[in-house]
């Protein structure tokens, strides 16, 4: 295992908290074997720190089977380090309170994540502007759908996450795609020449899958030049890997400024669920008018919360993990390139897109074979393949197979043309359903 791996997983643990997570866990192992199992888990973990394991993908309704065990999964952009040491800590503390309906760790973590941006905390007959969710999905679709329809479109980029146009059609809302620019930036100009009067500009910052960044001058300008009544949501599904600043601080001043984050990526909490979105109290509130049940979208987990928390307050996790990604990422980009293979330039996120000279679908299945799960192609970039950033190791195997596979001749473009209405032997865990 790499030093730098080491030291991330190891980073920010406080012996003192370390030790009384353990002692609550043992006095109540008796009762609880699995909390036991977690402080046996983590004494070891703390000595010898591992990745978090990768199992095989199966999609919900379990009609697909299983990857082989010892598949690479690098297809849903998820962190291979895991929660945090402090992240741990904190579940084995609140798991034990997981018998009553404990408010108080989400307000806590709200109040934690606020205080970060100075943004205004809830308190009685004064509303805040964060709100916590289990994950990010929800918030962003209810961003989305309370501020488009069928008389306000939506304007967005293409090749971009598609949680954006999903929305559009659910609501009924015209779409009004945008390319991005030569540098595979948000092309806001041509954004704000699409429609005169749209609901909302979606942005995903860094744009998934390209991994590219607009700038925040850019977005600056959308907001000053947008029609009255539109919106811009940014999706900062990933900025924390990336060096750029973020426009969190730009909504106290800005009513018409929404912005989600997760904890799902840099904080390898994929699997616990939890994530912010931040805007004036008012745009909080319209996301009861989408959905009346919308309260019981926001119940997240105490554990999950106080997981999420005690991440935040960890000041050296996000910048040590920032830097095992950028080298591991660089480190794969470079192999690729000396091979004389096309990368888009620029990600600053924890995956990258190389062109494979052949229809991406087919590409992936292929890799398959030889038990690396790659991520998916987009119809702007149909030769193109996502690949997230995985371990050392796993991106070695990658490098590997993905030579060998390149070296293959193509399909047929006749074999190919039936082949891709077929369905696929494996679900490959991807981040469109992230929930």
Known sequence: MNSDMEKCTQEGVSRRNFLRTLGAASAAAAAFPAVAAYGQQTTASVATP????RRGGMSDMGEMRQLPPDTVIISSNENPLGPAKVALSAIGDTALLGGRYHQEESMQTVKAFSSLFDLPVAAPGKPGYVGLFPGSGGPLDLALMSNIGPDKPLVYADPSYEQGPRAADAMGAAKFPVKLTPTYAHDVKAMLAAHPSPGAY???NPNNPTGTMTPREDIVWLLKNKPKGSVVIVDEAYFHFSNDESVIPLVADNPDLIVTRTFSKIYGMAGLRAGVVIAHPERLAAFSK??????????ISITSAAAARASLQDKDL???RRAINTGVREETIAFLTKQGYKIIPGSQANFFMVDVNRPGREFAQTMLKEKVAIGRSWAALPTYVRVTVGTKDEMSKFQTAFVKCMDMKPASSTALGASL?????????SELYRG
């Open 290 to 299: 989408v959905a009346p049940p919308a309260r019981s979208l926001a119940s």
């Open 318 to 320: 996000v910048p040590t």
């Open 202 to 204: 979606y942005i995903v």
């Open 50 to 53: 591992t990745p978090t394991p």
């Open 421 to 429: 209405y077929l369905p696929e032997m494996h679900h490959v865990p």
